[in-house]
């Protein structure tokens, strides 16, 4: 049993070590992420949770997924930041 709660630790861990090289952000262990974006001239987060088909929301920097706001307009968020 504790053989295997290691390994899935260590997959776990090499996973979010992908998602953090990518510039994606673990907002939740409920499968909640945020990534960088422009909109209106400002550094953004898009957000996303598992369970969505598609990107819904996004938050400004420093507020929390349950702050998020609906994106009513796709093409006014542009690129990413992820070097």
Known sequence: ??????Q??????QQLR?????DIE?????GVVAFKSRFEARSVLLCWR????RIIAYHELGESFSERKA??????FTGDEVN
Do not use: C, K, P
């Not at 049993?1 to 290691?6: A, K, V, Y």
């Not at 994106?71 to 006014?76: E, N, R």
């Open 50 to 53: 598992w369970d969505q088909d």
């Open 26 to 30: 673990i907002q939740s262990a409920e």
């Open 18 to 22: 992908e998602l953090l090289l990518l």
């Open 1 to 6: 049993r504790q053989r295997h709660i290691r």
């Open 8 to 13: 899935l630790s260590l997959a776990i861990q």
């Open 71 to 76: 994106i009513v307009d796709g093409s006014l």
